[in-house]
């Protein structure tokens, strides 16, 4: 029997030898941030639906409290994933700044009358894009909390902005390979925003429907006695 000769890649890197080092720490390094985004993410969820729960109560000094705190979370976690591109394009963070620029919007809209910006929020445009697309959403529950309170022009300004935003989006058209979810999150608002202007519009009709009696209930009334 022959003897069994060595393969020709083990010999190659006996000679070279393989020095991983570099690779070995930068790996290392990757899997300590991802670890920090997986953490510190849950914090900004958390801080990001407290701040939303509370810019639609209208609660302005708990919900600025809260910004502080958010903006602070979201600056540490950003610190630590653009060092490392592997993180800061992965749809894992893109998620986290979208639900951070979403609840950061909320306030700005409510408490300032304004949207922000992709550069004063620090997001890349693609979760930029992707908050804009879920404030609809939010913006609906605010409208709706005007009413509550029998605020009928603000409810009706939260409308105005959605379709807005609505309206933007769609002319960007772009594709979910540029902007993933973001087709499906159009078409589920689209829907939002028209049951939404319905819904206020049979509530302005109710109320001017509720006047007009009203009124004329008065006018019988001061001739049913004369006056």
Known sequence: MK????????????????DLGAVSRYLSELELARESLIKVSRDVTLLSKRLISYSIRGLRGEAYGVR???AATY??????VSRYPELYYS???YSVASEYAEAMQLLSVVFEGRLLTAEELAVHPVPYVLSLADLVGELKRASLEALRRGAYDESLRYLDLAEGIYEALESLGVSDAVVPGLRRRLDIYRKVI???RELLLDLRSRA???RLYGELARRLG???RGT
Do not use: Q
Not at 3 to 18: C, D, E, N, R
């Open 91 to 93: 749809n894992l963070f």
């Open 208 to 210: 001017e429907l509720g």
């Open 194 to 196: 028209d049951d939404w």
């Open 222 to 224: 001061d001739i049913s």
């Open 68 to 70: 502080d705190r958010l």
């Open 75 to 80: 600056r540490e976690l950003l610190a630590v």
């Open 3 to 18: 003897p069994i000769k060595s393969l020709p890649h083990l010999v190659l890197g006996s000679y070279l030898g393989v």
